[in-house]
């Protein structure tokens, strides 16, 4: 069975960086695309980082473009959200996500919120 569990939340000050981890089961990274939301309270949930299947493609929010790096670590099973000059506005619950087929969604398709497999989700807090 598919599984997604997020790790590595925590409260940090803003500036600091932090790597979120998401570890996948019961299918392969080779061929799913994966990717990263986040939810704060009283706000929609958004799309934040997405790998594709191919290895070739990532997207970003504009809102973290430049601050976030998704990375995917096939061997490992696992896919990083290192996230740098955070900020209050970055506190959210985040989750990562992945389709109910293999293959890769597009410019206009990965931030929707139609994916097949969600994890628990794992709490940011940015204060000082």
């Known amino acids: 069975q598919v599984q997604l569990v997020e790790s590595g939340g925590g409260l940090v000050q803003p500036g600091e960086p932090l790597r979120l981890s998401c570890a996948a089961s019961?299918?392969?990274?080779?061929?799913?695309?994966i990717g990263w939301f986040r939810q704060a309270p009283g706000k929609e949930r958004e799309g934040v980082a997405y790998?594709?299947?191919?290895?070739?493609?990532?997207y970003y929010a504009d809102s973290v473009k430049g601050r976030f790096t998704i990375i995917k670590d096939n061997s490992k099973d696992t896919v990083y959200l290192e996230m740098n000059n955070l900020a209050p506005e970055d506190s959210a619950i985040y989750y990562c996500?992945?389709?109910?087929?293999?293959?890769?969604?597009?410019?206009?398709?990965?931030?929707?919120?139609?994916?097949?497999?969600w994890g628990q989700g794992t709490q940011l807090t940015v204060s000082s």
């Open positions: 996500a992945t389709d109910l087929l293999p293959g890769s969604r597009s410019r206009g398709q990965w931030a929707n919120l139609n994916y097949a497999h």
């Open positions: 019961g299918f392969s990274l080779d061929t799913y695309g």
């Open positions: 790998w594709g299947a191919s290895g070739r493609t990532t």
